[in-house]
T-cell receptor, first 108, second 116 residues
Framework: GIQVEQSPPDLILQEGANSTLRCNFS?????LQWFHQNPWGQLINLFY???GTKQNGRLSATTVATERYSLLYISSSQTTDSGVYFC??????????FGPGTRLSVLP | GAVVSQHPSRVICKSGTSVKIECRSL??????MFWYRQFPKKSLMLMAT?????????EQGVEKDKFLINHASLTLSTLTVTSAHPEDSSFYIC????????????FGNGTRLTVT
């Protein structure tokens, strides 16, 4: 099955800093999503981005499907950005596979 | 749009009892729903895929008699943890898709189960 890696596993930032999170996957995919899990366990859908680039406020994401990676950019980080960021990938008709996550802590 | 409601958010039960968790798609019809389990500081592990009107498909290693899944309508799937034991304590999350293939997952807020 598809293998998903995320880096870095842990990240500590000062408020206001920028960061880039990476998701590598081992095979071609038709589906890719980025999620933020907040400290209460809620999974927030950030981007559905099987290819291309999207932006939403301070967040943006780029997926280069041919090279099997996706990047999530967080600019001007805030303490509310803390939590775990997961990418999940899938092939059409099959289930999503989650990466191990990047645990982000933004310090005031 | 695409709101998924999961209930209860937190439940404590005694060993040997059963617990039912509901997952509802509020503003769309979900042909397929998924149930995940998450251990502390770990990623999400898919337990089973629930299709409306048919038996659920369980992942390898998941006991189907322990984790009963029913998807009786296009907006409701339930997970029943039968004869719960302390090792079943975990965070359970459901998700649903709009459409079949290339479409995003939408998650409920999860249920934290504690078995005493």
């Amino acid at each position: 099955g598809i293998q998903v890696e995320q880096s870095p596993p842990d990240l500590i930032l000062q408020e206001g800093a920028n960061s880039t999170l990476r998701c590598n996957f081992s095979d071609s995919v038709n589906n890719l999503q980025w999620f933020h899990q907040n400290p209460w366990g809620q999974l927030i859908n950030l981007f559905y981005i099987p290819s291309g680039t999207k932006q939403n406020g301070r967040l943006s994401a780029t997926t280069v499907a041919t090279e099997r990676y996706s990047l999530l950019y967080i600019s001007s980080s805030q303490t509310t950005d803390s939590g775990v960021y997961f990418c999940a990938v899938g092939v059409a008709g099959q289930n999503f596979v989650f990466g191990p996550g990047t645990r982000l802590s933004v310090l005031p | 749009g695409a709101v998924v409601s999961q209930h209860p958010s937190r439940v404590i039960c005694k060993s040997g009892t059963s617990v039912k968790i509901e997952c509802r798609s509020l503003d769309f019809q979900a042909t397929t729903m998924f149930w995940y389990r998450q251990f502390p500081k770990k990623s999400l592990m898919l337990m089973a895929t629930s299709n409306e009107g048919s038996k659920a498909t369980y992942e390898q290693g998941v006991e189907k008699d322990k984790f009963l899944i029913n998807h009786a309508s296009l907006t409701l799937s339930t997970l029943t943890v039968t004869s719960a034991h302390p090792e079943d304590s975990s965070f359970y999350i459901c998700s649903a898709k709009v459409g079949h293939y290339n479409s995003p997952l939408h998650f409920g807020n999860g249920t934290r189960l504690t078995v005493t």
